[in-house]
């Protein structure tokens, strides 16, 4: 892998995510690969395979401007853009969905599959009707790899009746995929026994001015609403401009930073341990079981893994501490169990990601539910082989959903 640079040609097939951030999560600097591509498309311009590749390289670097416009020039040439499947077999070709736009806003599925004898078929469908205008490859099974969001509503409303008389099985149906909403989320999840979902509220910047200014009151404008409160732009991802505010002159200073349209607010619930740690947890729901991604542990109550310091040569003792509830989840799942099975059975999602911790008294705190979470196993070998088998068994998981999903559909015979 840390050869792919050479590997590039002009002729090169389409890479996909999983082996950039491959290299981006062992430190190595991608802009060499950059320049060599930028090299490339000097010679071969119209080269869509190409000018995919450097979208992803860019906007992993960190320009996310260079990286959608090249990923537009791409899809003017073509909107389909295939991974075979490592041996050239495919067990199953899978068609997967896809939203024009930044890397987080579709399912990653080529980041989980990663050496998988399966071919991963990318379609990226128009912003607007018609959704489809490439004509659609021949698959065995459709995935919905978009995410919800106020701008994507139109397409996943058009592919909820488009998709109801697929030809073949369809994984996450559009129609549930609202639910990964944090307002609606958390108006489903907070009544169910075992679960912390903090309500959340959908703000206008107005409306948080008027907090910010003292002209209405948080707690009986927002029922159960209290300082400290997270508040966060409603697109955002991976924690970008998510804020714990404490006051409402802090939330004043909020807002001089962070200036959009609309904002989700929520309590902030203290989930630190006795040791003062914070500990989150990213579990995969496959058709309902529950399996472990990671667990990440910081003195920041705003965890992410890659800023958790869980790679860190000082960090043995959290990667200890990983390891144990990676390799003894059932534990987890005793405590959770029916909580995980309520998720479930409440938002429909064949494949759902599930970022989570546990609070003081033992619920099951809810920071997000979603489609789209990266979910890997790209980690360095020599810091974290107890991740290979818990990973193995998502991918075997994922698998064997779709290959039952294949033979139970019914064929055209039976449809006649």
Not at 61 to 67: C, E, F, N, T, Y
Not at 168 to 177: G, L
Not at 251 to 258: G, H, P, S
Request: glycine residues 4%; hydrophobic residues 40%; aromatic residues 8%.
């Amino acid at each position: 892998m840390n050869n792919i640079s050479d590997n590039l040609t002009p002729t090169s097939r389409f890479l996909g995510l999983a082996p950039f951030l491959r290299l981006s999560l062992d430190d190595q600097d991608l802009m060499p690969i950059a320049q060599n591509i930028f090299q490339q498309l000097e010679e071969d311009s119209a080269n869509p395979e190409l000018l995919m590749n450097l979208s992803m390289v860019m906007q992993i670097l960190g320009d996310p401007k260079v990286g959608l416009e090249l990923q537009k020039q791409a899809l003017l040439l073509k909107r389909t853009y295939v991974i075979p499947s490592v041996t050239g077999k495919a067990k199953y070709r899978l068609l997967l969905l896809m939203a024009p736009g930044d890397i987080a806003e579709n399912t990653p599925l080529d980041c989980l599959m990663e050496g998988e004898e399966v071919e991963l078929i990318f379609y990226y469908l128009s912003e607007e009707a018609p959704w489809f205008i490439d004509p659609i490859p021949e698959h065995d099974v459709a995935m919905v790899g978009v995410c919800e969001s106020a701008h994507h509503k139109p397409m996943l409303e058009a592919l909820t009746e488009t998709l109801r008389h697929w030809q073949v099985p369809v994984i996450n149906a559009p129609e549930y995929i609202g639910v990964t909403d944090r307002t609606c989320a958390s108006r489903l999840l907070n009544p169910v026994p075992g679960i912390e979902a903090p309500m959340t509220f959908l703000l206008e910047r107005t409306s948080l001015a008027e907090l910010a200014a003292g002209e209405t009151v948080l707690s009986e404008k927002y029922e159960g609403v209290r300082f400290p409160i997270l508040v966060r732009p409603r697109d955002s991802h991976a924690g970008r401009d998510l804020e714990k505010v404490e006051s409402t002159e802090a939330l004043a200073q909020y807002l001089e930073k962070v200036e959009t349209d609309e904002y989700f607010l929520c309590n902030f619930i203290d989930y630190s341990d006795e040791q003062g740690d914070f500990k989150k947890f990213r579990i995969v729901l496959v058709e309902g079981n529950a399996y472990i991604c990671h667990k990440a542990t910081s003195k920041h109550w705003m965890i992410h893994y890659v800023n958790a310091g869980m790679l860190d040569e000082e960090a043995e003792i959290k990667r200890q501490d990983e390891a144990y509830s990676m390799m003894h989840f059932n534990e987890f799942i005793e405590r959770h169990g029916d909580a995980l099975k309520s998720i479930y059975e409440k938002t429909k999602m064949d494949y759902l990601g599930i970022d989570c911790a546990e609070t003081k008294d033992g619920q099951l705190l809810i920071f997000e539910i979603d489609h789209v979470m990266v979910v890997h196993g790209m980690d360095p070998v020599d810091k974290f082989a107890y991740k290979l088998q818990p990973t193995q068994k998502i991918k075997d998981a994922f698998n064997t959903m779709v290959e039952n999903k294949i033979k139970a559909f019914p064929s055209d015979e039976n449809n006649s």
